[in-house]
């Protein structure tokens, strides 16, 4: 069992008598199920539609905990802020708090969670949960990190590398915040946030739910990211994956021979139908359907 510091997430906290009513009307998923026993994942989109921030829910102390990316929670703030008007809410900064991934077969047993996804309880002075979009993405932590380390190691927790949950996360097909979604141009279909339980239907209006409707119901989605292997050197973000001639996507995070690719699909199929490999940079792609895709 490992634990590893997130040093990339941060922790925004959500307060006051309004904090439900806000953030209900602002993220994708249903913040009415968030209680100190379950956890959820949520984006924010602009009003059209388009993917700004994404982040874990937790509630602790009357608080709502955002485990979002640490190089843009300023901006995740003050996005937040602008629709506060006369609302009674309180935003802040957790600085205390270290985010922490917790791998191993019986982590998440030995925090006394289950096996299901967003699965919640206290530990350590924090919270701890299961990956609420996959079980088998491990759990996490929020909490102090003096008494999150120590409260770890007693229990048979060793420190382990970023890079064991960077590859557990790609195996999975895991997306990482604005490395592998564009600000204001992903949209949540393409980027599989209805199949990663990102994504209620049934909660009401929020802010970009028209656009993501429609994308759903008129079947509008053409692109998908999808997990990937690598054969040769690893391309860099943003590089276009070739089927032949014709641009079938572009490579998204990758790390040792595994990444995430956003593709087109009907260009996936054509390629495989006339047996043509993808090809990034002087890499060969193989595209992976992962066990938890719709289709």
């Given at each position: 069992m490992q634990y590893i510091a997130l040093d990339s997430r941060a922790v925004l906290t959500v307060g006051g008598e309004d904090r439900t009513d806000f953030l209900q009307g602002?993220?994708?998923?249903?913040?009415g199920r968030v209680t100190p026993d379950t956890a959820i994942w949520a984006a924010l989109l602009t009003p059209q539609g388009k993917y700004l921030h994404d982040f874990f829910i937790t509630?602790?102390?009357?608080?709502?905990?955002?485990?979002?990316?640490?190089?843009?929670?300023?901006?995740?703030?003050?996005?937040?802020?602008?629709f506060k008007l006369r609302s009674k809410v309180e935003l802040g900064i957790g600085d205390s708090f270290t985010v922490?991934?917790?791998?191993?077969?019986?982590?998440g047993k030995m925090l006394g969670l289950t096996e299901m996804s967003g699965d919640a309880k206290p530990f350590a002075d924090?919270?701890?949960?299961?990956?609420?979009?996959?079980?088998?993405?491990?759990?996490?932590?929020?909490?102090?990190?003096?008494?999150?380390?120590?409260?770890?190691?007693?229990?048979?927790?060793?420190?382990?590398?970023?890079?064991?949950?960077?590859?557990?996360?790609?195996?999975?097909?895991?997306?990482?915040?604005?490395?592998?979604?564009?600000?204001?141009?992903s949209t949540l279909l393409e980027s599989n946030f209805e199949e990663l339980h990102g994504l209620d239907w049934d909660k009401g209006c929020?802010?970009?739910q028209e656009l993501t409707a429609r994308t759903k119901y008129?079947?509008?989605?053409?692109?998908r990211l999808m997990p990937i292997n690598i054969?040769?050197?690893?391309?860099?973000?943003?590089?276009?994956?070739?089927?032949?001639?014709?641009?079938?996507?572009?490579?998204r995070s990758a790390f040792d021979g595994i990444?995430?690719?956003?593709?087109?699909?009907?260009?996936i199929k054509k390629s495989e139908g006339e047996g043509v490999e993808l090809v990034a940079g002087t890499a060969r792609i193989i595209p992976r359907t992962p066990k938890w895709a719709h289709d």
């Open positions: 602002l993220i994708s998923n249903d913040i509630e602790m102390n009357s608080l709502y905990f955002l485990d979002c990316e640490a190089q843009r929670i300023v901006d995740l703030g003050q996005r937040l802020s602008r922490f991934a917790l791998l191993g077969e019986n982590a924090g919270i701890a949960y299961v990956d609420p979009r996959l079980g088998a993405a491990g759990a996490r932590l929020i909490a102090p990190r003096k008494a999150a380390i120590q409260a770890l190691r007693g229990i048979g927790f060793v420190e382990g590398a970023f890079a064991a949950y960077e590859r557990l996360r790609l195996m999975l097909g895991l997306p990482d915040g604005s490395r592998d979604l564009v600000v204001e141009k929020y802010m970009g008129r079947g509008l989605a053409r692109r054969d040769g050197p690893i391309p860099t973000p943003g590089t276009p994956i070739l089927a032949g001639d014709i641009e079938a996507g572009e490579i990444g995430l690719a956003l593709l087109r699909l009907d260009r």
